[in-house]
């Protein structure tokens, strides 16, 4: 198969799933063990980590205007912004700590094991049904929640977990407004994305164990900026209106399914 169209078809995965709670990780694993491709380690976790940007500047496009409404606030020191950067700061705190200590760990997950990412989606199914069963909530976010929801961002760093329906199923249970989770959700993770890029680009020369040309990974990574962007939009409706069972029942069917394909 012609490596364009791989990686068009990885682009459309990562756009579509990294939004939905259905976690991008695994379903990007999933293509990449039906499609063929046989990368493995850093060498996967690269490509991985590619499309992600795509997606984080998704992020940045359909939340414009709250970001730079905290870039504004930020410089003219508004206690409000401060407090909300406060915030975003404690919730990186675990996943920062998983990435910067547990990176070789972490990319041993990446290695094309199916029955693992199956184990992770029937988990984050589980996850997704309870916190969607919690009764809906207007509390704000404080210092120790945010806390609780970096740790479920630090979980779903393992393939088959979602970090968006990880964090917003805790923000759930922890009685936290629901669009207001969702948003917050996708801003405290992009400090983090930043990071990990300027980390690659100085310490590690770069993206240098992708295995694809040029132009097949911008294919890839503009397939997955334009589709989360239309994944983004819909995912912040779903949540208002909690029909996240759909996805929950979808990841446990899915886990299934990758089981009995990887028995035949």
Request: hydrophobic fraction near 55%.
């Amino acid at each position: 198969m012609s490596e364009y169209l791989i990686t068009l078809i990885l682009g459309i995965v990562q756009g579509i799933t990294e939004f939905l709670p259905i976690s991008s990780d695994g379903h990007l694993e999933i293509a990449k063990y039906l499609l063929g491709d046989k990368s493995q380690g850093m060498d996967s976790l690269s490509l991985t980590i590619v499309l992600h940007i795509a997606t984080t500047l998704s992020i940045c496009y359909v939340l414009r205007e709250k970001i730079v409404s905290i870039l504004n606030g930020l410089f003219r020191f508004d206690r409000s912004t401060l407090s909300l950067a406060g915030l975003i700061i404690v919730s990186m705190i675990p996943a920062a700590i998983a990435g910067l200590f547990f990176e070789k760990e972490i990319s041993s997950f990446f290695n094309g094991n199916i029955n693992f990412v199956a184990s992770m989606l029937f988990l984050n199914g589980l996850f997704l049904y309870i916190g969607n069963r919690a009764k809906p909530s207007n509390e704000n976010i404080t210092w120790i929640k945010a806390f609780l929801m970096g740790i479920a961002q630090m979980v779903a760093i393992l393939p088959g977990i979602s970090r968006s329906g990880t964090t917003i199923s805790t923000a759930a249970l922890l009685n936290i407004n629901r669009a207001v989770a969702a948003e917050f959700s996708f801003i405290m993770v992009l400090p983090l994305i930043f990071g990990k890029i300027l980390k690659d680009i100085i310490f590690d020369q770069g993206f240098t164990q992708l295995q694809y040309s040029g132009g097949a990974i911008a294919v890839g990574f503009v397939a997955a900026f334009i589709v989360g962007i239309l994944a983004f939009k819909l995912l912040l409706r779903l949540v208002e209106n909690m029909k996240m069972n759909y996805f929950a029942f979808y990841c446990i069917a899915i886990a299934f399914i990758i089981f009995a394909i990887s028995k035949i």
